[in-house]
């Protein structure tokens, strides 16, 4: 999709003259079309591949009521696209609108009218969710990873949820056990979303010095090289720690001698003496872990 600085009206217009032609529908209404939509998906699964006619008509009647449920909650889009319009901002008003309707659209296809939420209020979350991601991807100076982005906005749209549902802003260990995160690995990722200082900022009593000059320096690039792969690998390492069960992590740890308390390599029956079990016990979950650590890092981008 291709950005833009420039508002186009005509896009505004047209949009409105579509949703235009549609009238507004009721909290019930909207309701009842998310069911017939759930209904239709669920029907279409149950059914073979030779089943070609009434496959074809129950994917006319999902997508006629998803389109339906789209077009009239287009001016919810362009409504809070508005709000988020102010001087200086990279994006137009039409690069909002555009985000804002792919969330109406991811919206739309996750609605389930069953868990208890109002389609406006989930809209509205998810419209706000997608613009807000694309006003701070244009601000970041420094750009993250798909995934990391994806992460952050999952932990975003699980905040707004979560307050939703307890009235208040959650904890980190409501948010870690919503998301069903270790509390460690979710404060690695709440540190992505912090803004980068500028290296020359100037600090001081007197602001008359310049952060770049506070840090030390080391003139050779390839221990600086070393230095930034070596803090690579170690995020990724703890990033693929997280995904085992504490035992697990342990295991490994000791293993291949990356434990906290013992800097050293163990043997399996060692293993197996400091954590009160069996050296096959200790070989089985070191496997097992292994195995857990060699699929998620075919995933890492």
Do not use: W
Request: net charge positive; aromatic share 6%.
């Amino acid at each position: 999709m291709s950005r833009t600085t420039k508002t186009s009206p005509d896009l505004i217009r047209n949009m409105l003259n579509i949703a235009g032609r549609y009238p507004l529908l009721s909290d019930t209404e909207q309701q009842q079309i998310g069911r017939e939509m759930v209904s239709a998906r669920e029907q279409i699964k149950l059914l073979d591949k030779n089943q070609y006619h009434e496959l074809k008509r129950l994917r006319e009647r999902y997508l006629s009521a998803r389109e339906e449920l789209i077009i009239t909650n287009l001016r919810l889009v362009v409504a809070i696209a508005k709000k988020y319009r102010v001087n200086g901002l990279a994006l137009g008003l039409e690069d909002l609108i555009q985000d804002g309707a792919i969330g109406l659209i991811k919206c739309v296809d996750k609605y389930d009218p069953e868990k208890g939420f109002k389609f406006s209020t989930y809209a509205y979350t998810y419209v706000k969710g997608y613009i807000s991601r694309a006003i701070t991807d244009s601000g970041r100076t420094i750009r993250l990873p798909s995934h990391i982005q994806g992460q952050l906005f999952k932990l975003r749209f699980c905040i707004q949820e979560l307050s939703i549902k307890l009235g208040r802003q959650p904890s980190k260990k409501e948010i870690a056990e919503y998301l069903k995160l270790p509390v460690n690995k979710l404060e690695g990722l709440l540190s992505y979303g912090k803004k980068p200082h500028s290296l020359n900022r100037l600090v001081g009593q007197d602001l008359d010095t310049e952060l770049i000059d506070l840090v030390a320096v080391d003139n050779s690039d390839e221990d600086t090289n070393s230095r930034v792969s070596n803090l690579d690998r170690h995020e990724i390492l703890q990033d693929l720690l997280a995904e085992l069960s504490p035992v697990e992590r342990r295991v490994v740890k000791q293993k291949f001698g990356v434990d906290d308390e013992q800097q050293k390599e163990c043997s399996f029956m060692e293993i197996g003496k400091r954590n009160n079990f069996s050296r096959t016990t200790a070989n089985n979950i070191y496997d097992e872990a292994l195995g857990k650590l060699k699929k998620r890092a075919t995933k890492i981008d």
